[in-house]
């Protein structure tokens, strides 16, 4: 922070406590800043300082009072308009709320009365690149270098500018200048000259890195990092002796490492040749005794009879060795259908020896005495057959090794696994419980045990399971959250979901989105360290790492997750239970009355007492984490979040995010065109369907969006002549006019006709454009269910969906419903997904996934409700028919109890 300068000049005396209160800041002391704001104040002639009124309102905030640190620095804006002091404390104002650009505009503004700060200039330059406004970020680190260019950060970071945005001759050229100014050989420089050359290769500057690692390779300490990069330049330059000798020498360093062997193997050109490759991990193996490395990949890229040969000389080593690793070894040869064929057959002719003659050949001139080599053969055939899809192989090779050895926890663990493939999640909870019993310190099986149990429904007793190795005194899920436990928050979250908990799920989706807002903004720190401790390689891959940050598997499930449930609080809204005063009697109504206005008072005092205890949590936690500076969030309300008031605008805070870093996914574009059809944004749907069509024109939810595209069109219209143009354009190459939707949709079915997904779609097609009936479409789908290629998923998913009524095909009888069972029940005699749930048994009812909409009270006062109101009272029990055409073919998008076991 730069000290006091404006037209507002302080007395002398007041001009010292100025910059004593500047340092206090600057060391955190803020006790002892307040008490000087206090003394200056005090003088009449300064009550009126506007940056002494800012720095007021900057200490306000670092201790937590936001509200009134923002109303003293606009205090402090009003009386100084021209004070650079008072436009930067603004900028770390807005910063600490995460406003970045605002703050940038307040630092702008602040270099215009002060353009050679080097403060303001320090934290500007930090956030143009945390928001990637990396020309910006360029023009102020050359102004920072210009005025200071002894410091050797602001080199670095000129040259990080010009190298994140690829002009790398200059990025090269000022560390070159950087060199000749750094005298000192230690790890920095070290790390220096190989962020250097990292950029020389980037720039395909081959011949010169060559020549840079060569000239000083004496100063290089990390020679791994050294010999790795010398093999990289030295492929791309083809030379063949230099990179296989390097390559030997990676080996030797790290015999483990099989990146290392498929480098040699490609540079020697052994896998041309089988007797080539024979020798060459001959060599290895007897190089390498102690290490498997060599021996499995020598099984992965042998081929007939020395395959056969190797395999079989692997496998007998591992299994009379107890390899509980062995299936998870082999499973890249599963890609090789003759390899498959071979291993099954080998493994196979091993149990039915070992079983009868005690040997794994009759050839064999000993026996094999131990016990454990059956065991370990029947486990790997209990995983080898749930991997080709033939569960009850699998269940009876992992029933018969559990009877030979019932406390192994491996088995238990793989008898899991196979019974979540079946669709029984009751069946693996139970075998993953037992499991944890028998090894309670394992956090492995732990954590295991409670992701099947929150795939089960059974959220207490998985919290239960996870508190064995959370923070005592502390709350388990809260805890849980703290610590960024995303696989939990994820299963949670879809578990309350399939339990009709709407509230508690989008809480927990809400708290993921955090979390990765959270690792976002968790890169800020580093724009200043890392440009000062030189870990300038690791900095850059940080700042290519967050760019993707939004597009890992976590967020894109809660994402998906939570923009479902908006949509379906969109086309089920809350219904309201109607009271008719007009049938209460005097009495009634005013004790009816009374109570209501005794809890409304009861209800907001207690709202305020939870606000209050709510805040001082917050700021308590946030000063014993020394975070008091960071933004508050809103409290997440369950009850509130299942009832937003623009459920849509809520799904496009978890949309934006995936259309920016998922687009290349099409659940993605299926998603926001379900979005922007609820919204009636009609080019956003077309944009949706377009890159959609893009990724994956055959997929069979895009066909049915296609025609509620084209219906929409039909039954709304389009009165502006440029969007019907536009839509005319860009539609005539894949979506079909209304006229010839018929033999559209006949042609998609007739394309796919082995395909179970696309012939419910192409049934649901026939449904909404009303040429069949809901329970002719059903009665089709269980009819043709056996003779058409589907998986497990796809069949509970349309099964829930039939089940809740919430499909496009509206509520199903319940005798089809019951045919539809039996269909999906014989296909997958082992699944125990498609049992019918009797209503008179449940707690709740169910929509997607057993939503049930909340009822609240509305009085119709004095019975004197408009017909209009009656009629929308009653048209509200009715909203599942009148929208069922305005819902996507669910299939793709219910979350079932049976959806989680893929």
């Keep these: 922070m730069s000290s006091s300068s404006s037209s507002q000049t302080l007395p002398p005396k007041?001009?010292?406590?100025?910059?004593?209160?500047?340092?206090?800041?600057?060391?955190?002391?803020?006790?002892?800043?307040?008490?000087?704001?206090?003394?200056?104040?005090?003088?009449?002639?300064?009550?009126?300082?506007?940056?002494?009124?800012?720095?007021?309102?900057?200490?306000?905030?670092?201790?937590?009072?936001?509200?009134?640190?923002?109303?003293?620095?606009?205090?402090?804006?009003?009386?100084?308009?021209?004070?650079?002091?008072?436009?930067?404390?603004?900028?770390?104002?807005?910063?600490?709320?995460?406003?970045?650009?605002?703050?940038?505009?307040?630092?702008?503004?602040?270099?215009?009365?002060?353009?050679?700060?080097?403060?303001?200039?320090?934290?500007?330059?930090?956030?143009?690149?945390?928001?990637?406004?990396?020309?910006?970020?360029?023009?102020?680190?050359?102004?920072?270098?210009?005025?200071?260019?002894?410091?050797?950060?602001?080199?670095?970071?000129?040259?990080?500018?010009?190298?994140?945005?690829?002009?790398?001759?200059?990025?090269i050229k000022l560390l070159d200048q950087l060199r000749i100014m750094d005298t000192e050989r230690n790890f920095e420089y070290s790390e220096l000259l190989l962020y250097q050359n990292s950029i020389l290769q980037e720039a395909g500057y081959v011949d010169e890195a060559i020549a840079h690692l060569n000239d000083n390779s004496a100063h290089i300490l990390d020679k791994l990092a050294l010999s790795e990069y010398r093999l990289l330049l030295f492929r791309l330059k083809e030379d063949k002796g230099n990179s296989v000798s390097l390559s030997r020498n990676l080996v030797m360093r790290n015999p483990d490492n099989p990146v290392y062997y498929h480098q040699l193997i490609q540079l020697t050109g052994a896998d041309k040749d089988q007797s080539v490759l024979l020798?060459?991990?001959?060599?290895?193996?007897?190089?390498?005794?102690?290490?498997?490395?060599?021996?499995?990949?020598?099984?992965?890229?042998?081929?007939?009879?020395?395959?056969?040969?190797?395999?079989?000389?692997?496998?007998?080593?591992?299994?009379?060795?107890?390899?509980?690793?062995?299936?998870?070894?082999?499973?890249?040869?599963?890609?090789?259908?003759?390899?498959?064929?071979?291993?099954?057959?080998?493994?196979?002719?091993?149990?039915?020896?070992?079983?009868?003659?005690?040997?794994?050949?009759?050839?064999?001139?000993?026996?094999?005495?131990?016990?454990?080599?059956?065991?370990?053969?029947?486990?790997?055939?209990?995983?080898?057959?749930?991997?080709?899809?033939?569960?009850?192989?699998?269940?009876?090779?992992?029933?018969?090794?559990?009877?030979?050895?019932?406390?192994?926890?491996?088995?238990?663990?793989?008898?899991?696994?196979?019974?979540?493939?079946?669709?029984?999640?009751?069946?693996?909870?139970?075998?993953?419980?037992?499991?944890?019993?028998?090894?309670?310190?394992?956090?492995?099986?732990?954590?295991?045990?409670?992701?099947?149990?929150?795939?089960?429904?059974?959220?207490?007793?998985?919290?239960?399971?996870?508190?064995?190795?959370?923070?005592?005194?502390?709350?388990?899920?809260?805890?849980?959250?703290?610590?960024?436990?995303?696989?939990?928050?994820?299963?949670?979250?879809?578990?309350?979901?399939?339990?009709?908990?709407?509230?508690?799920?989008?809480?927990?989706?809400?708290?993921?989105?955090?979390?990765?807002?959270?690792?976002?903004?968790?890169?800020?720190?580093?724009?200043?360290?890392?440009?000062?401790?030189?870990?300038?390689?690791?900095?850059?891959?940080?700042?290519?790492?967050?760019?993707?940050?939004?597009?890992?598997?976590?967020?894109?499930?809660?994402?998906?997750?939570?923009?479902?449930?908006?949509?379906?609080?969109?086309?089920?809204?809350?219904?309201?239970?109607?009271?008719?005063?007009?049938?209460?009697?005097?009495?009634?109504?005013?004790?009816?009355?009374?109570?209501?206005?005794?809890?409304?008072?009861?209800?907001?005092?207690q709202k305020r007492k939870e606000e209050e205890e709510k805040q001082k949590q917050i700021q308590k936690q946030r000063k014993e984490d020394g975070d008091a500076e960071g933004p508050t969030f809103a409290e997440l309300i369950p009850s509130q979040l299942e009832k937003p008031e623009n459920p849509l605008q809520e799904a496009e805070t978890f949309l934006k995010p995936l259309l920016t870093y998922g687009d290349q996914y099409i659940a993605t574009h299926l998603l926001a065109f379900e979005v922007y059809y609820r919204k009636g944004r009609v080019l956003l749907m077309l944009r949706a369907l377009k890159r959609a069509h893009s990724l994956e024109p055959d997929n069979a939810q895009l066909h049915t969006c296609f025609v509620k595209f084209v219906l929409y069109l039909e039954s709304c219209g389009e009165t502006d002549e440029v969007v019907r143009q536009v839509i005319s354009n860009q539609s005539d190459a894949f979506i079909p006019s209304r006229d010839e939707l018929r033999s559209f949709n006949d042609r998609f079915v007739e394309t796919h006709k082995t395909s179970y997904p696309h012939l419910v779609s192409g049934l649901i097609v026939k449904f909404l454009m009303k040429e069949e009936s809901s329970d002719d479409v059903v009665k089709k789908i269980a009819s043709f269910l056996p003779e058409k290629s589907s998986s497990l998923k796809e069949c509970v998913e349309l099964f829930s969906s039939l089940e809740h009524g919430t499909s496009p095909l509206g509520v199903v009888d319940a005798s089809t419903l019951a045919q539809v069972s039996e269909a999906f029940q014989s296909k997958y005699p082992l699944s125990k997904c498609f049992t019918i749930c009797d209503p008179s048994n449940e707690t709740t009812t169910p929509a997607i996934n057993g939503t049930k909409a909340a009822a609240t009270t509305k009085i119709v006062q004095n019975g004197c409700a408009s017909e209009s109101e009656k009629l929308s009272l009653k048209n509200e029990t009715t909203t599942g028919d009148t929208k069922e055409n305005h819902k996507g073919v669910d299939m793709h998008q219910t979350l079932s109890n049976g959806a989680a076991l893929v």
């Design 279 to 605: 020798e060459f991990f001959s060599q290895m193996k007897t190089l390498y005794p102690r290490y498997d490395t060599p021996r499995r990949l020598e099984i992965q890229y042998l081929k007939n009879d020395q395959f056969v040969s190797a395999l079989d000389t692997y496998l007998r080593k591992a299994f009379t060795k107890g390899l509980p690793a062995l299936f998870r070894n082999l499973k890249s040869l599963y890609d090789d259908n003759e390899k498959v064929a071979v291993i099954e057959s080998m493994v196979l002719t091993y149990h039915n020896n070992l079983q009868t003659i005690n040997k794994f050949h009759e050839a064999d001139s000993m026996t094999d005495d131990s016990p454990t080599t059956f065991l370990w053969v029947l486990h790997y055939l209990a995983q080898h057959f749930d991997h080709m899809g033939d569960q009850q192989k699998a269940l009876d090779f992992v029933n018969q090794a559990i009877e030979h050895t019932p406390t192994l926890l491996e088995l238990l663990l793989v008898k899991a696994k196979i019974l979540k493939h079946c669709g029984d999640i009751e069946g693996a909870c139970e075998a993953l419980v037992e499991c944890q019993s028998l090894d309670t310190a394992d956090r492995y099986i732990n954590c295991k045990c409670s992701k099947y149990l929150l795939r089960g429904n059974r959220i207490e007793e998985a919290v239960d399971m996870c508190s064995k190795f959370t923070r005592e005194g502390q709350e388990v899920v809260e805890n849980l959250n703290e610590m960024q436990c995303l696989w939990f928050l994820s299963e949670t979250a879809a578990a309350y979901r399939r339990k009709g908990n709407l509230g508690e799920s989008l809480k927990k989706c809400h708290q993921v989105l955090r979390h990765f807002d959270e690792i976002w903004e968790g890169q800020f720190d580093f724009h200043a360290y890392s440009m000062r401790k030189m870990t300038l390689r690791a900095y850059v891959q940080l700042l290519k790492l967050e760019d993707k940050i939004y597009e890992q598997r976590f967020f894109f499930r809660v994402a998906q997750l939570a923009i479902q449930t908006y949509i379906h609080i969109f086309d089920n809204p809350h219904k309201e239970e109607v009271i008719d005063e007009s049938k209460l009697t005097m009495g009634e109504l005013r004790k009816l009355r009374k109570k209501q206005e005794r809890e409304a008072k009861r209800a907001e005092e």
């Design 14 to 171: 007041e001009n010292a406590l100025f910059k004593k209160l500047m340092k206090s800041c600057e060391q955190k002391q803020y006790k002892i800043g307040l008490k000087l704001v206090k003394q200056i104040l005090s003088n009449p002639t300064c009550s009126e300082h506007g940056e002494t009124i800012a720095m007021k309102g900057l200490i306000f905030s670092c201790i937590g009072k936001k509200t009134e640190a923002r109303e003293l620095v606009k205090q402090g804006l009003l009386f100084n308009l021209k004070s650079h002091v008072c436009w930067h404390v603004s900028g770390l104002i807005e910063r600490s709320d995460r406003n970045y650009e605002k703050a940038i505009k307040c630092y702008i503004n602040a270099l215009k009365w002060d353009k050679e700060n080097l403060q303001i200039l320090r934290d500007l330059s930090m956030l143009q690149v945390h928001i990637r406004d990396l020309s910006a970020f360029k023009e102020t680190r050359y102004t920072l270098l210009r005025l200071r260019p002894s410091h050797r950060v602001n080199w670095i970071a000129y040259a990080i500018a010009h190298h994140l945005l690829k002009e790398y001759d200059v990025a």
